[in-house]
């Protein structure tokens, strides 16, 4: 859990629907991830709003709408995970399936830099539009999803896959956490396109946001809890202990949200989560901003293209030139290819 938004704990203060206020700090805003802990349900987890960050990255590549709303989704779940790396590092989420999207792309490097992309079959994806089938199944297919933990160069990566076959990203999420990591866990996310006037008249923005909701039991009785998928313990274990719902009512408090309320601006992240926990009392903790940043840089791509062999340097001029454009941020790079002709 990220560092607390003082030196002890800020237990949410709430907050007057007119006029909302949350002490001395503000709300996060977009683009930030708020981390929440709800004490009585042993339940910890990480809420997100991506607004100006998120419409930059899909505006660049200008995605057909199927597209941006999967990749979308896909770097919500990226900030949500990687901002819980208390080391310096990358989380990366990948999926490789049969589909019309075939690759979607989604790293965070901390402590905060996103990028994104997404490859897709123009063709296939532009049949299925026409038909109007742009589910999820139908837009990815089957194939798998890997979510990757690099902690650099001179550590071992984890790994964790999990099959892909007509599920959304959303389930394939629990599905990871249930078989891979064995901690019940719930998330939930919302896309949209929202239309805001401006000077030069009105303007549609991308907007997603998420929330991720683990349970943490420190009890014995709740680790024992028998209905919980993940859950350590066995029936028999639990006949001695009354009854605990915690993790039930946890998923019957997130039933309740309104795809609109993880998007709406004017409900935000701390508002949310009022609404959800107030009656066991929620807490936030400091914010982890991210940014639409790329790691791409032109001494990068000069290193690779200078362990090029003299035929390959040959084979990859074009018009004169070496061109390398970065599938991430669509930055050109332009060499000479007499930069390299020593090598």
């Known amino acids: 859990m990220a560092a607390p938004r003082s030196i002890v704990m800020l237990e949410t203060q709430i907050l007057a629907e007119h006029k909302p206020q949350l002490g001395e700090f503000g709300f996060a805003g977009d683009d930030h991830v708020v981390p929440y802990e709800v004490a009585p349900l042993d339940v910890r987890g990480r809420t997100v709003q991506l607004g100006p960050m998120l419409d930059a990255?899909?505006?660049r590549h200008d995605y057909p709408e199927p597209v941006a709303r999967l990749l979308a989704e896909a770097c919500v779940l990226t900030v949500l995970l990687g901002t819980s790396l208390k080391f310096e590092g990358k989380f990366i989420l990948q999926t490789r399936t049969d589909g019309p999207v075939d690759m979607l792309v989604a790293d965070f490097s901390t402590p905060h830099a996103l990028r994104a992309y997404a490859r897709f079959d123009a063709d296939r994806l532009q049949a299925l539009i026409a038909a109007g089938e742009t589910s999820h199944q139908t837009l990815l297919g089957n194939g798998v999803l890997a979510l990757t933990i690099d902690q650099g160069a001179?550590?071992?990566r984890y790994q964790g896959i999990v099959q892909l076959d007509g599920t959304s990203l959303e389930d394939a999420a629990r599905t990871y956490f249930r078989q891979s990591e064995q901690i019940p866990t719930e998330v939930k996310m919302s896309v949209a396109k929202l239309v805001t006037p401006g000077p030069g008249g009105a303007r549609e923005q991308w907007r997603a946001g998420g929330i991720l909701a683990q349970f943490l039991p420190q009890s014995p009785e709740r680790m024992r809890v028998p209905?919980?998928?993940?859950g350590d313990g066995d029936d028999r274990e639990?006949?001695?202990h009354p009854a605990d719902n915690s993790w039930q009512e946890l998923l019957a408090l997130l039933g309740t949200i309104e795809p609109t309320?993880?998007?709406?601006?004017?409900?935000?992240a701390e508002r949310l989560l009022y609404r959800l926990f107030h009656e066991h009392g929620v807490r936030v903790f400091r914010d982890v901003p991210v940014a639409d940043q790329c790691s791409c840089s032109r001494d990068k791509i000069r290193g690779i293209l200078e362990g090029f062999?003299?035929?390959e340097i040959k084979d990859s001029t074009e018009d004169g030139g070496i061109h390398v454009a970065c599938e991430f941020c669509s930055t050109q790079y332009d060499f000479d290819p007499a930069e390299f002709a020593a090598e």
């Open 227 to 230: 209905d919980i998928s993940g």
């Open 309 to 311: 062999s003299a035929e």
């Open 154 to 156: 001179h550590t071992q």
């Open 261 to 268: 309320e993880l998007i709406d601006p004017t409900i935000g």
């Open 57 to 59: 990255i899909l505006s």
């Open 238 to 240: 639990v006949t001695d």
